[in-house]
């Protein structure tokens, strides 16, 4: 099964900023939705954003990294970025990339996603 694959996460320092970009393994239909989640060691997994197709244009963000954080997706290729600015340490966590293969409700919950990638960890210093 074609699944996200991750990349650009790091360490870095509290301020600093990251871009961690999402493309399928392999050829796959345009997903309804893309979104970014992360898990911090013994927490739940959380939304951070989701972008919708290019035909919807929606997009969504968490309330903790609304205006430092940017979502975007690729309108040539199935692609989808995470531009992350002003890292703070509890930004620390693991961040996963999932595609909701079918129509959803829940973009904002991990129940609407069908298909998730391996993560990335990013870490900030204080």
């Known amino acids: 099964q074609v699944h996200p694959v991750e990349s650009g996460g790091g360490l870095v320092q509290a301020g600093d900023s990251l871009r961690l970009s999402c493309t399928p393994s392999?050829?796959?239909?345009?997903?309804?939705?893309m979104g970014w989640f992360r898990q911090a060691p013994g927490k739940e997994r959380e939304f951070v954003a989701s972008?919708?197709?290019?035909?919807?244009?929606?997009?969504h963000y968490a309330d903790s990294v609304k205006d430092r954080f940017t979502i975007s997706r690729d309108s040539t290729k199935i692609a989808v970025s995470l531009q992350m600015n002003n890292l703070k340490p509890d930004d620390t966590a693991t961040y996963f990339c999932?595609?909701?293969?079918?129509?959803?409700?829940?973009?904002?919950?991990?129940?609407?996603?069908?298909?998730w990638g391996q993560g990335t960890q990013v870490t900030v210093s204080s």
């Open positions: 999932a595609f909701a293969t079918k129509p959803t409700l829940y973009w904002h919950h991990t129940e609407g996603y069908d298909v």
């Open positions: 392999g050829p796959t239909f345009e997903p309804y939705v």
């Open positions: 972008a919708h197709r290019v035909s919807d244009g929606s997009i």
